[in-house]
């Protein structure tokens, strides 16, 4: 007989979501090995929430840069500006945000281990065996002893296939970006403190395009649902329209962005899912970090409960917890993204209404404090019925 390590909780998946995990199970007294693969940057605009820096401690150098103003485009090229008064949206380079979270959880007491996960095994004491494959051509597969697994691995998540009925089934819109220098092109008119968003059929037919500042750099990208569009076609003509054909390209990603939450996050026995493996990114914006990370700690206090207990109903928590919160933002989104992305014609007039300024305050306050505003009925009861000119094609687009 030989000595082995079993941990409380194995987090698989170092991303914002694993990484918060994996840094709060360890801070509780857990003891907590966070397996993640080497050298995988997540395709990604970056763009997190004040409330974001707020609930996860999250320190101002990890922000590159502030943006003060979203320039949202009309297929008509018709430009609407959506001042942020009195707020901003934090931007992150995910090289550098992700690696501090993961070395966050790993001086509270986090074990790391790189590789890549293979399947999960059952000792016959009830723990869970974790296997995978170490970083590097020919290293022997190694294996990781725990009583719970917390699955962040990604939209295309392997323990949610392998684990959790209907999981790894989830719809997904492809994204794709290129990561850019702007500081060698001085005449592209690109504002550091501006995001801007395409609505434009022929750059997306179905979700939408962005230019997105990272301080010196930027990330210009975007996705779509519809196999076989042209990606990177689509992401080279937005870089031309914007100046920016001739920046230098720091490097290219391309990953699948799931948009619906799955029904069941847990196997009801020793797994619970959580971030992108749970399907937890907003439909119509795409943002995903905030969510992720509130996911890992749901799903970190889901696990915490279970392993006092030993209750595995308690890995049920998680999702029913992250959907009262949520659940209705992200029905009322999807129901949006169905309706306005689907035509060039409907594109332009949700831009249209995008210029409304009881929209842009509703919006730029719903997304910063990550819920619904409640404290102005007046201005819901006239975003209503101009919601409604619009469905019935009463209003002017001009």
Request: aromatic share 8%; net charge positive.
């Amino acid at each position: 007989m030989t000595d082995r390590t079993v941990y409380d909780a194995v987090v698989i998946g170092g991303g914002p979501c694993g990484a918060t995990a994996a840094d709060d199970l360890s801070r509780a007294g857990w003891s907590v090995a966070l397996l993640d693969k080497a050298g995988r940057i997540k395709p990604c605009g970056g763009a997190i929430p004040p409330r974001l820096l707020r609930d996860f401690s999250i320190p101002d150098d990890l922000v590159v840069a502030k943006v003060r103003t979203a320039r949202i485009i009309a297929p008509s090229a018709r430009v609407v500006d959506m001042p942020i008064d009195g707020g901003f949206v934090g931007m992150v380079d995910r090289e550098v945000f992700d690696e501090a979270l993961r070395a966050r959880a790993e001086r509270a007491g986090a074990v790391r281990y790189t590789g890549t996960y293979e399947r999960i095994s059952r000792r016959g004491d009830g723990t869970a065996t974790v296997h995978f494959r170490p970083a590097g051509d020919g290293e022997a597969e190694r294996t990781i002893d725990a009583r719970v697994v917390v699955g962040a691995d990604g939209a295309r998540s392997r323990v949610a296939r392998d684990e959790v009925p209907g999981g790894g089934n989830v719809k997904c819109v492809f994204a794709y970006h290129e990561i850019v220098s702007f500081d060698d092109q001085p005449g592209s008119g690109f504002d550091g403190e501006r995001c801007d968003v395409y609505y434009e059929g022929g750059l997306s037919p179905d979700f939408y395009a962005w230019i997105f500042p990272h301080g010196s750099t930027a990330s210009v990208g975007t996705g779509s649902m519809q196999k076989g569009f042209g990606l990177r076609t689509a992401t080279a003509a937005l870089r031309s329209r914007a100046g920016l054909a001739g920046a230098r390209t720091i490097r290219r990603e391309g990953a699948p962005i799931p948009l619906k939450p799955l029904k069941r996050w847990d196997n009801g026995r020793d797994v619970v899912l959580a971030g992108d493996a749970a399907g937890t990114v907003a439909p119509a914006s795409g943002e995903g970090i905030y969510y992720a990370m509130l996911g890992g700690r749901l799903a970190a206090e889901a696990a915490a409960r279970f392993l006092e207990t030993g209750n595995a109903a308690e890995l049920g928590g998680a999702r029913r917890s992250f959907m009262r919160l949520h659940g209705r933002v992200f029905l009322i989104l999807g129901i949006m993204q169905s309706f306005w992305y689907k035509n060039d014609r409907r594109r332009e007039r949700f831009v249209k209404m995008c210029g409304d300024p009881d929209v842009q305050r509703l919006t730029w306050q719903a997304y910063m404090n990550k819920e619904l505003v409640k404290a102005d009925p007046l201005a819901h009861v006239r975003i209503f019925f101009k919601d409604l000119a619009h469905l019935l094609g009463l209003a002017r687009v001009t």
